[in-house]
């Protein structure tokens, strides 16, 4: 398959999807999605501060 066959076919896909949705549906999914762009972000934060803490007591000799 050819990439102009796979764009189109990727483009009908969606416009079909797109067509189905209803109003209340396509605001739902946009609150959710954005939902869960903060939640992913703030956990990779929470990770990521919790990783750097972890090696400083290592360093440290501290045990955890």
Not at 40 to 50: A, C, K, P, R, T
């Amino acid at each position: 398959m050819d990439n102009s066959t796979r764009a189109g076919t990727a483009g009908g896909t969606f416009l079909a999807f797109i067509a189905n949705l209803g109003k209340d549906d396509m605001l739902k999914t946009m609150v959710l999605t954005m939902i869960g762009a903060v939640v992913s972000f703030v956990v990779s934060i929470v990770l990521q501060f919790m990783l750097s803490w972890i090696k400083k007591e290592r360093r440290d000799g501290t045990p955890v």
